[in-house]
């Protein structure tokens, strides 16, 4: 079944202790998109610049990822620059140009109506609740924000949590967003705030699921559950983790027939999965060319790195 | 089988955000022996001064534990003063009285010789090193340090290293020990430097261990392990995770046969389970008094928290 995704498609200069690329595809979107396209059919709705030329356009096409809902506008896309040299677990924003993505305003093509899965990845809460109101129907819909919409815009994220199934955002996140020091705690708030289900991504030690009481039809325990990461000896570049992280997870949710208990376990594995991939190489480039076969074979190493038996 | 502890055993004052304690019985050696004392027979080997009496006793024989190799000596024993009020996952140290420790000489008692199992807590790397050459004959020896002997110590470390077949440290101490920020290549530097095993606590976020070529005799591969902890809604007391982690870990593998990959993965859980008992309450209160009920059922609890079925 169909993902919907909104978000940002933009170019990233991007510096860590691995090398440097002054110019490389990249945005929310991007990740996600790529990520979530090896389990099911994704389509997105962004806008960019006249900078985004065939080349790029290909590199979502040859995945299947459908593109129509992807605005052209005059002007440049979407520009972010940053740097991993001081710490490789938390980005240093060098330089933002929104460009075009200032007045992007979404519009979703006749042909994504029938999408069963929305993702309003890391944008203005506004937007996010715009989109979500266009699209009543959907069976499930997650989201993700970030520090800068839970500080400045908290009344217009509040009323975007209202309507979200999932929220994945990150343990600083999750603690902002809950005014609360203790993960638990703060999952606790958070859930009461809208979302059925929270996932705190750990970086590097994973990510942990937490259950409202009305995650599952079929009434599953509200007992967490956290998936492992895999330990890189060389993580060459952060950018799009949790991006990558989250089209893995909702991904292989929307290839499932029902969210069971068990669904949702493995589609927390297959967020790490991805989310491993995505910062062997720089940019999306290993995203780009995965093998199913590879991509299974590190689900079956996630397993082996945190089952008993 | 037996496993002979040589360690700290100390009255702390502890402050943390759930309250105080101006003195409870604490030290490296008392939380791993508690710990261990639910799997294995555990014999101890510290100093004491004449505050240590009856009452502090009785918390060892209570459960089993050998302390006829806690030497009592005059003057007082020592202490620590610690405050988590900044932070719950780092001790802001305020005070340490070595007191008696400071002329500690293990004596090892002839009752003990025959132990398969020791475990060297964090000490002096040269009565670590003391310890170990007069237990030659142990099956197995795990030990701790912390990132003062790293730092001020490290020749005399680097002794001990080399007799380890398990090392137990942090994230921070790993990555100081092997001059190295990627935990995944830190890991290996420290497998070249004598452990055949290196268990790496990430607190929150559980544990990863690491293996080099000579773990197993039976040849198990060499893909890391990473065990959960528990999501705690309220830490009460930090004090001792790292320690009753080990204690619970050491005390499983003292408990079976033979150390087989699967024997090392649940005593990786039960490293855990008891490191997440220890921080409900304050000092040892929680370790002193489990039912093995309790136990399992924790151990169940970790297992539904991180497997896929």
Known sequence: MAILVVGSVAFDAIETPSGRRDRCLGGAATYFSLAASYFTDVRVIGVVGEDFGDEEKAVFTRRNID????????GKSFFWSGSY???????????????????????????????EF??????????????????????????????????????????????????????????????QNNLVQAARSILD????????????????????????????????????????????????????????????IASQPDLTPAVFRRAMFYGGVMGSFAVERFGTERLQQLDPKE???????????????
Chains 1, 2 share one sequence.
């Open 67 to 74: 593109t129509r809902g992807i605005e052209h506008v005059p």
């Open 193 to 252: 705030m809208g979302p059925k289900v929270l996932v705190v991504k750990h970086g590097e030690y994973g990510a942990t699921a937490f259950f409202g009481d009305k995650t599952f039809a079929n009434g599953a325990s509200s007992t967490p559950f956290r998936a492992p990461a895999l330990p890189l000896a060389e993580v060459v570049d952060p950018t799009g983790a949790g991006d990558s992280f989250a089209g893995g997870f909702f991904g292989y």
């Open 295 to 309: 991509i299974e074979e590190r689900f079956a190493l996630f397993r082996q790195l945190s089952h008993l038996d």
């Open 85 to 115: 040299m001081k710490n490789l677990n938390e980005a240093q924003t060098l330089n933002t140009e929104l460009n075009v993505f200032q007045s992007f305003s979404p519009k979703i093509p006749a042909e994504y109506q029938d999408s």
């Open 118 to 179: 929305l993702f309003l990845a890391n944008i203005d809460p506004v937007l996010q609740e715009e989109v979500r109101r266009k699209m009543p129907k959907v069976k499930m819909v997650c989201g993700d924000t970030m520090n800068y919409w839970i500080r400045d815009h908290a009344e217009n994220l509040a009323r975007v949590l209202k309507t979200l199934d999932g929220l994945l955002i990150n343990d600083t996140e999750a603690k902002m967003l809950a005014k």
